[in-house]
């Protein structure tokens, strides 16, 4: 069985600060990885996704992949009330049949 | 564009009934994709199709889930007979290309009493 792990939270952070969601997968023949958003009662979105290990940057988002480690993280700079959600990793899981599984989510606080 | 269409939105039935849920893909997009939410277990892929074609079912429950896509613009998930377990919200998703950057309809939200 291909396992994400998560930490479910909830992770509160201050308005402003730096937002650091983690997330662990068992299987190292994964090649995708990605950080959905999901507002509550809503469906999820995409913000990122990363292929390589390092960093990769967009706007307030960096998400890292230490593939070695088996981890991905997503850092949420200057984090802002809007981005109270939980945060969905998938891993994508290319040996034989394609199949993308989900972590079970952090929820996220950004308090005012 | 209208985006991922469901329907319905909720439904509610009775154990033993069949349900049957509906999904219209985004125009030109190729790959469409069936996921199940709960609580407890989080977001599973379900099924998902290329050029309408099942590509991989590994995820479906068990065999009262049954999908298909007899068009571009068309997919249904049937569950019959449904039980309480089956429980959960229901998502849709289409993608050009393959894995990236799916978009997620609205989801139906089931409870079988």
């Known amino acids: 069985q291909k396992e994400v792990e998560q930490n479910s939270g909830p992770l509160s952070v201050p308005e402003g600060a730096i937002a650091s969601l983690n997330c662990t997968y068992s299987?190292?023949?994964?090649?995708?990885f990605f950080w959905y958003r999901q507002y509550s009662g809503k469906s999820p979105e995409l913000i990122m996704s990363i292929y390589s290990n390092g960093d990769k940057e967009d706007g307030r988002f960096t998400a890292q992949l230490n593939k070695a480690s088996q981890y991905v993280s997503l850092l949420i700079r200057d984090s802002q009330p809007s981005d109270s959600a939980t945060y969905l990793c998938?891993?994508?899981?290319?040996?034989?049949?394609?199949?993308?599984?989900f972590g079970t989510g952090t929820r996220l606080t950004v308090i005012p | 564009d209208a985006g991922v269409i469901q329907s319905p939105r909720h439904e509610v039935t009775e154990m033993g009934q069949e349900v049957t849920l509906r999904c219209k893909p985004i125009?030109?997009?190729?790959?469409l994709f069936w996921y199940r939410q709960t609580m407890m277990r989080g977001l599973e892929l379900l099924i998902y199709?290329?050029?309408?074609?099942?590509?991989?079912d590994s995820g479906m429950p068990e065999d009262r889930f049954s999908a298909k896509m007899p068009n571009a613009s068309f997919s249904t998930l049937k569950i019959q007979p449904s039980e309480p377990r089956d429980s959960a919200v229901y998502f849709c998703?289409?993608?050009?290309?393959?894995?990236?950057?799916?978009?997620f309809g609205p989801g139906t939200r089931l409870l079988v009493l």
């Open positions: 299987d190292r023949g994964s090649q995708s």
């Open positions: 998703a289409s993608s050009r290309g393959g894995w990236e950057t799916q978009y």
């Open positions: 199709f290329n050029n309408n074609v099942p590509i991989d």
């Open positions: 125009s030109g997009h190729d790959y």
């Open positions: 998938a891993v994508l899981y290319q040996t034989g049949a394609n199949n993308l599984f």
